[in-house]
């Protein structure tokens, strides 16, 4: 299986695409290769990993974990489609506050590397989207944050025309503005 790993515009988030085999029975997929994400100079460690199921209209995020306990993420949609998005909350990035968008689904198999000092969130698009995704820190309730999926000064276009549905920690993201105040990393 041949993976290509490609850097995006914003610094340490990677695009992932990866050869599989199919045939008349369905095909094989290799999601995660060590030797492959060292070619690019990338060695995350996996400690964790999640799998969510949404329903259409979905939204998840913009979720982070500060700086007492990093995450990283490789994560990757396994049925239906997700419209996912990272955006850049390191305040020392030269692309702090930009977004990275991507277009997730079963199809496409693609895969997005979100390091840590990212906010991570996504939008289900089909009827029914499963996403996974390795982790490289644990899951730290004290460290969690959210920020407001559609504060308008990010301008984040999210492809949706009617409010979506959101769990009530997204709810309760803060804004931007709040966030610039005591900014995580």
């Known amino acids: 299986m041949k993976t290509s790993i490609q ?14 085999f199919q045939d008349a029975r369905g095909f094989f997929i290799e999601p995660w290769n ?5 070619k690019v100079g990338l060695s995350p460690t996996f400690v964790q990993e999640g799998h969510s199921r949404s329903g259409k209209n979905v939204l998840r995020g913009l979720h982070y974990q500060n700086a007492t306990a990093p ?12 419209f996912d998005v990272a955006l850049d909350i390191r305040s020392s990035s030269l692309t ?3 977004y990275f968008s991507i277009l997730l689904s079963a199809e496409n198999k693609l895969q997005v590397y979100v390091p840590s000092g990212f906010a991570h969130g996504f939008l289900t698009l089909s ?11 644990f ?24 409010e979506p549905f959101l769990s009530e920690r997204d709810q309760k993201g803060i804004s ?5 105040r005591s900014p995580a990393f």
């Open 139 to 162: 899951y730290t309730p004290k460290a969690e944050g959210t920020i407001r999926w559609n504060d308008p000064t990010l301008h984040i276009q999210w492809p949706t025309t009617s």
């Open 96 to 98: 702090f506050g930009q």
């Open 176 to 180: 931007w503005d709040m966030y610039l």
């Open 7 to 20: 850097k995006t515009k914003l610094n340490g988030l990677y695009v992932v695409s990866i050869d599989y």
């Open 71 to 82: 995450m990283g993420k490789l994560v990757r949609c396994t049925v239906g489609s997700i």
């Open 127 to 137: 009827d029914v989207a499963e996403v996974q995704y390795k982790q490289t820190g």
């Open 34 to 38: 060590k030797k492959d994400f060292a």
